[in-house]
């Protein structure tokens, strides 16, 4: 059975349900921006959004330079976009913008900015 995509004003709708603002669609392709605070972290966050998309066994295209990281998401095997597409975009963010609570025994961990949720 062939899977669903979405057209352009579906997708701009989705984007809203899941909460993915900073998601956008261009040329075919969900596409978002990281912008970190350096190499170490950008190494970081490539690997662990590496890590879902092997879990997810739906691989994301990525461009990865000192302190920004693009992530492109596309069902190639449907030709567009499609529920794995959102689910996985809606994943990385939950994982790689995680940050512990105030109050919670991680609290004062790393001074990393990006980590930290600093800019």
Known sequence: M?????SDAEIAQKLKEHGLTEWYMEDGWLRRKY??????TTLMLTNAIGF??????HHADLAVTYAK?????????AGGITDKDFLLAKKIEESVLWR???D?????GTPNKFVQGKK
Request: proline content about 9%; glycine content about 6%.
């Open 69 to 77: 990281l693009w992530v492109k998401l596309q069902t190639h095997s």
């Open 2 to 6: 062939a899977e669903r995509t979405y």
């Open 100 to 102: 512990p609570a105030k």
């Open 35 to 40: 912008t970190t605070d350096g190499w170490p």
């Open 52 to 57: 879902l998309c092997e879990a997810a066994y």
């Open 104 to 108: 919670s025994p991680f609290d004062g």
